[in-house]
């Protein structure tokens, strides 16, 4: 489930993508600094999303500086701030899962290994979060329970993810702000959690029937999967409108509008609008 909350960087403009390659370097630094190398290894878009999100709406003071990685060899700007921490620790968690349910899935030794290697950061990391630490290994044991008992209610496994997201979301635990936006950002995550779960659902279909896979999907109608993507994406920007988002506004809303439908595949082959 990891890489759809992504920017359409061709509707970006120049200093938006210098923005979000910014912001993406420096959650990479972040993941380096807390997990090393592998850590870097778990970077994804979805928690550089979430972090500018969040680092707009509480308005956070960030550091821009230059640096040089064997990815990226010349001189690039990075982003730093307090969003990005948190974000790196969210990820360096889910990263540990997805090894985890990789190994039990297709019993790959790589997997195995990320996932004790990433294992022993967990406990500092469930210190700092304790809630979302609990939330994150709640919902994904529902999540497998769900499928090993084959649930074809689409709904149940769509809402259980997206509360996990909707949690996540709602980073900061007190102040008056926080009152204030918690319960829009949960609304926003829990309807982009259900996205994300029926996205990967619709777009694995194919590959799950053939390879005797659970898929919620596989008695629905084809032709609905389009409209409840939208109706979904509707419900997120709907939770996003209601935050006053400022800085980078326009990368948060190509993410929304745009560059989340970039990876939808319909079983039928069609695209988004002819679907």
Known sequence: MFGTVRANRKALSPEERKRYDGAYCGLCRELGAKAGALGRSC???????????????????????????????????????????????????????????????????????????????????????????RVIKEKL???????KANELNPDLPMNCFGELLGELFMWREQGPDVRDHAPAL???????????????ACNDLKRDIKKQRYNPLVVQRREEFTPLLTMMMAECTAAFDKLPINRDSGI????????????????????????
Not at 58 to 68: F, G, K
Not at 110 to 122: N, T, V
Not at 187 to 194: D, I, K, S, T, V
Request: net charge positive; proline share 4%; hydrophobic share 35%.
């Open 43 to 133: 970077l994804s878009y979805d928690m550089t999303f979430l972090s500018m999100l969040l680092s707009s709406l509480y308005n956070l003071d960030e550091q821009q500086e230059n640096c040089v990685c064997r990815v990226r060899p010349i001189s690039h700007p990075f982003i730093a701030n307090e969003a990005l921490s948190y974000c790196a620790d969210m990820n360096i968690t889910l990263a540990y899962y997805q090894a985890l349910d990789d190994w039990k899935d297709d019993r790959k030794k790589s997997a195995k290994q990320k996932s004790e290697a990433l294992a022993k950061h967990l406990p500092e990391i469930a210190e700092k979060w304790p809630r979302q630490c």
């Open 252 to 275: 948060l809303r190509n993410v929304l509008y745009s560059g989340v439908w970039q990876s939808y595949r319909h079983p039928s082959g069609k695209k988004k609008a002819e679907a």
């Open 141 to 147: 044991k529902s999540l497998s329970e769900m499928e």
């Open 186 to 200: 949960k609304a926003m995550g829990a309807a982009l959690g259900r996205f994300i779960y029926l996205l990967d």
